[in-house]
């Protein structure tokens, strides 16, 4: 039986309490919002990857709402970030600020030092600013004046962002893109779900206060230390290794794409299709599991050719035909 797992605050957690809590996260995010159960699972799975998430769609399909409301059943601090575009790096990461009394300057931290940061409409700040976050995302750590600062543990950037092609947005640099763990897609919900929206907003849903529709803490970090533990010791075979191995390369031989899938990409492929493993009640890896999270770990770390693009040819397209080609093992 796996060991219990214990947070700074002396609070235990066995890892199949810390998969029903992250159950009732996925529950406790519902309430909230309607039909977006895959970008839901998005966002778990990166918790438990201690990954980052862009969540991209249309003006008004709840991607602020969605990490807002991931923020209310979890037990850990959060902060938001509007990027608009005269937001300075400093903004974002802190900066030295002079104290009168000591004659001394002194760090004053940004909102990135928290446990969940919402970085709202991320590419409607210019390159430089995006940049900001760059260290942090990837080194847990800030610079500022040459001296490294540790951000906190748990920490996550969820960020939403409307597609390039609206007004007034900056597309994000290939290197900031490939710190996020995974690009998920918030549609335009069906008929039914938009019924179901439109319903609770009658009915009083005001999505400004999401304590008056139920939401409350249900998960913290002790559970995620627990689950992330768990995760770690979910069993991947050589074969499935391979499998992802096969997927990515092949990114790199299609005709369609001008880049394709770096091992760094491969490595966040394994991480999310174990991830997702231990979340459906496996301690190991079948081929499903790749193919679940292909898509969303995938997409943002290629580019298509002008001419494929041109031809209505997408990212997701192209993945999904190697998905195809690929051998699956058995």
């Known amino acids: 039986m796996m060991d219990p797992t214990t947070d700074n605050a002396g609070k235990t957690a066995h890892p199949d309490a810390a998969r029903a809590s992250l159950e009732a996260l996925r529950a406790e995010i519902a309430k909230a919002v309607v039909g977006q159960d895959p970008a839901v699972t998005g966002l778990v799975v990166a918790l438990l990857c201690r990954g980052h998430v862009l969540l991209e769609g249309v ?10 409301a991931l923020a209310a059943a979890l037990e850990l601090d959060t902060k938001r970030v509007q990027f608009t575009p005269d937001l300075m790096p400093s903004d974002v990461t802190g900066s030295l600020v002079y104290d009168t009394r000591s004659a001394e300057f002194s760090f004053q931290p940004g909102p990135v030092f928290t446990n969940l940061l919402l970085a709202d409409e991320i590419n409607r700040t210019p390159p430089k ?19 490294p600062r540790p951000l ?5 950037v969820a960020a939403t962002q409307n597609p390039v092609e609206y007004e007034g947005t900056y597309p994000l640099p ?3 893109l490939d710190r996020f763990l995974l690009k998920l897609t918030v549609p335009l919900p069906s008929r039914e779900d938009e019924i179901d929206v439109l319903t609770r907003h009658a009915s009083g849903f005001d999505p400004r206060d999401l304590k008056a529709a139920g939401v409350h803490p249900v998960a913290g970090a002790a559970d995620l230390e627990a689950a992330r533990t768990a995760v770690a010791r979910t069993t991947v075979s050589p074969e499935i290794t391979a499998y992802v191995v096969d997927i990515c390369r092949a990114t790199r031989e299609s005709p369609s794409l001008t880049l394709g899938v770096s091992p760094r990409g491969a490595t966040a492929l394994l991480s999310t299709a174990r991830a997702w493993a231990w979340l459906t009640g ?4 079948i081929p499903d599991d790749v193919k ?7 997409r943002h770390r290629v580019q298509l050719r002008p001419e494929a693009e041109m031809e209505g040819v997408t990212a997701d397209s192209v993945i999904n035909a190697i998905l195809t080609h690929v051998p699956v093992p058995r």
Do not use: N
């Open 59 to 68: 003006p008004g399909v709840a991607k602020t709402l969605l990490v807002r």
């Open 152 to 156: 906190p543990d748990p920490f996550l």
């Open 129 to 147: 600013t995006q940049s900001s976050l760059l260290e942090a995302m990837e080194e847990r750590q800030v610079t500022v004046d040459g001296t």
């Open 174 to 176: 290939e290197a900031q």
């Open 282 to 285: 496996r301690d190991y890896v």
């Open 292 to 298: 679940a999270l292909a898509l969303p770990t995938l």
